[in-house]
């Protein structure tokens, strides 16, 4: 890099002010640092893409896995376990063909007409939270009563898993996931125990098939002989730790970014047939995405003039690239009739985020369900002291206190 | 002059936002990639299709004029 700032390193991730604002930096880096150095909490360096061509660009170029498994690749943090990006397992399944043809067979359980065959569950279960907040009445916490349980309760019908079961799994799959909030003893068993639950309720499924994807996976699996025992379970938990947290997250985010400015709930009262472009405002204009998604160049490339070495550990901002100037025309501003949105907070390209139909039916069911059910929905805290999750590579909002 | 709907099936993720967007002109396969309803679709329809278009996270559809 030529500029002055070549020799100043970032420390990663960047602190932003609030829940809900972005980091200062973005717009500066955005400006005049595409390319910048940065800091791993590993100590390794790596080095942070921010605006959206360049994000983009490089999240779509087949030839640069998220597998930082790897010889030179930096690591995200020194646990001994290392992060979901450093899983071996998990990579098997990341790169080339083989993800192709897992891909395309999970993408069975996602598609738009599967999905929105669920819909009315999700409904269902949508309302069913709003019925035991009602009941036991304002103030509630939209976090811990409605957005933790709805995806994981989701996830739990598309696996085929009991009732009574989801109360484990949404443990494991917060110790998975939420690294710092948990010991590597207490993240190790979590994983231990998952793997032996799923395993026997693979087992199970195999025996007895409902109508559920794991059962279909399985028999696609037996008549294809395309995922190992293994492969399922890592399928499984991959379905669980990327669908769960990061969708009751974006619940959180959306519900305070609408409330925040409540002009936009009352716009959304009056015009309800806004909910789907509200979604996707909102999931553009969430400036609290966590770590963003990482690359590792394993060949020569170059991005923004600026050439990347093989080698190099890129991070992918997405949330900066969302609120690019040059890309969105009003970037700062959240409009919730936005359209068309090309926002990239599910990613890019043949990598881009499997479940986001599932994610997106979520988001807008919960609009929904709780525009009709609590229409006089607000905020009980200020919106500058929502307290941030700290977790360290999804973001998201602790408690979000609301009356109605 | 209308306007033709092209699709590079190599570059198709699944991820449905077409299906999503733009129903009566996209639909998916059991694996999730794209099939194309209406290579041609009405004016009425332009508007859906860009918007497909515009979203698609594989980059995988154009909207071109046809003669």
Known sequence: ?404 | MGMRVLVEYEKCCGAGQCVMVAPKVFDQRDDGIVVLLDETPPPEQYKAVQEAVTVCPGAALRLEESA
């Open chain 1, 1 to 404: 890099m030529s500029s002055e700032s070549s020799d100043q390193v970032l420390d990663y991730p960047l602190r932003a002010p609030s829940a809900l604002e972005p980091p200062a930096e973005w717009a500066q880096l955005r400006q005049g640092c595409p390319v910048a150095h940065i800091r791993l909490p590993s100590g390794d360096k790596a080095v942070l893409l921010t605006r959206y061509n360049d994000v983009r660009q490089v999240l779509s170029d087949p030839r640069f896995s998220r597998n930082l498994a790897q010889d030179g690749a930096a690591r995200i943090t020194t646990n001994e376990g290392g992060s979901v990006f450093e899983n071996p397992e998990a990579a098997s399944l990341a790169g080339g063909e083989s993800h192709q043809r897992w891909r395309r067979l999970i993408n069975r359980a996602f598609t738009v007409k599967r999905i929105q065959a669920l819909q009315t569950k999700i409904e269902a279960m949508a309302n069913q939270l709003v019925d035991a907040m009602v009941k036991k009445g304002p103030p509630a916490d939209l976090v811990s009563e409605f957005a933790f349980p709805l995806p994981v309760w989701v996830i739990a019908d598309l696996l085929g898993i009991a009732v009574d079961d989801r109360d484990k799994l949404a443990y494991w799959s917060n110790a998975m996931l939420t690294m710092t909030q948990f010991t590597q003893e207490e993240v190790n068993r979590a994983q231990m125990e998952f793997a032996q639950y799923f395993m026997g309720h693979i087992a199970a499924k195999r025996a007895n098939p409902g109508d559920d994807l794991l059962s279909e996976l399985i028999t696609a699996t037996d008549k294809e002989d395309v995922l190992t025992e293994r492969e399922l379970l890592m399928t499984g938990q991959g379905i669980l730790v990327a669908g769960h947290e990061t969708t009751s997250n974006m619940i959180g985010k959306m519900m305070s970014m609408l409330l925040a400015d409540r002009s936009r709930w009352e716009q959304l009262l009056a015009n309800p047939s806004l909910i789907r472009t509200a979604v996707e405002e909102s999931l553009r204009f969430d400036a609290n995405m966590g770590f963003g998604l990482p690359r590792f160049i394993s060949e020569d490339t170059e991005v923004a003039g600026q050439p990347l070495p093989r080698g190099t550990t890129v991070v992918c901002s997405m949330s900066s690239a969302n609120r690019d100037e040059s890309f969105f025309e009003g970037a700062g501003e959240m409009k919730l009739d936005r359209a068309p949105n090309a926002h990239i907070t599910f990613g890019a390209g043949p990598h881009s985020c499997l479940g986001q139909a599932l994610a997106r039916t979520e988001l807008q069911t919960t609009l929904q369900v709780l525009l009709k059910r609590l229409p006089t929905l607000e905020l009980a805290v200020k919106p500058e002291e929502l307290p941030r999750r700290e977790g360290l590579l999804v973001g998201g909002i602790e408690k979000v206190l609301v009356r109605w």
